[in-house]
T-cell receptor
Framework: NAGVTQTPKFRILKIGQSMTLQCAQD?????MYWYRQDPGMGLKLIYY???????DKGEVPNGYNVSRSTTEDFPLRLELAAPSQTSVYFC?????????????FGEGSRLTVL | AQRVTQPEKLLSVFKGAPVELKCNYS??????LFWYVQYSRQRLQLLLR??SRESIKGFTADLNKGETSFHLKKPFAQEEDSAMYYC??????????FGQGTRLTINP
């Protein structure tokens, strides 16, 4: 199993451009999450999904959109990139049932908005 | 507000010295807390969870409800312990809230 796969690993955007960060998992996990990691700020939850067709906002959803059309994929869309969105983005997943608190993370996508 | 606070952004200790990474939480219910670790060029991964009361790689963490703390400790630091450490709090059954993280550096 590849686990959680994120693409791209690096991207530079100009202000106002749009892009989609891709996330896929092959563990048949229902729950998927998007976090952003800013230096000194820790990880902040952007959006999460409890299953195909169901998404919900986290702590910092403004400027982002998500969709969950399949169990495997959970793309994160930035519509009008702003410098404040410069960050490292992490996708994570977990299975259903009683949760022990373990999330499986991707390698991260480093985004720079200039 | 439900949150996790790690007061130290950076912590540097010498090899063989004791290590303590601090974590304080604010939560109205019965908390479930975790430590995650991110080694250089590796994925963020679970280190330990308080309900297991386990020791992983020599690290332990005790939940102190009176002080609302969940500090991570190791009696003798090793160079391979250098990493970014995050304390996390389980919210409901669906979300993890992370602290700001502490970068631990073990000096030879």
């Amino acid at each position: 199993n590849a686990g959680v796969t994120q693409t791209p690993k690096f991207r530079i955007l100009k202000i106002g451009q749009s892009m989609t960060l891709q996330c896929a998992q092959d563990m048949n996990h229902n729950y998927m999450y998007w976090y952003r990691q800013d230096p000194g700020m820790g990880l902040k939850l952007i959006y999460y999904s409890v299953g195909a067709g169901i998404t919900d906002k986290g702590e910092v959803p403004n400027g982002y959109n998500v969709s969950r059309s399949t169990t495997e994929d959970f793309p994160l869309r930035l519509e009008l990139a702003a410098p404040s969105q410069t960050s490292v983005y992490f996708c994570a997943s977990r299975g259903s049932g009683a949760w022990t608190g373990e999330l499986f993370f991707g390698e991260g996508s480093r985004l720079t908005v200039l | 507000a439900q949150r996790v606070t790690q007061p130290e952004k950076l912590l540097s200790v010498f090899k063989g010295a004791p290590v303590e990474l601090k974590c304080n939480y604010s939560y109205s219910g019965s908390p479930e807390l975790f430590w995650y670790v991110q080694y250089s060029r590796q994925r963020l991964q679970l280190l330990l969870r308080h309900i297991s009361r386990e020791s992983i790689k020599g690290f332990t963490a005790d939940l102190n409800k009176g002080e609302t703390s969940f500090h991570l400790k190791k009696p003798f630091a090793q160079e391979e312990d250098s990493a970014m450490y995050y304390c996390a709090l389980l919210l409901g059954a669906q979300k993890l809230v992370f602290g700001q993280g502490t970068r631990l550096t073990i000096n030879p």
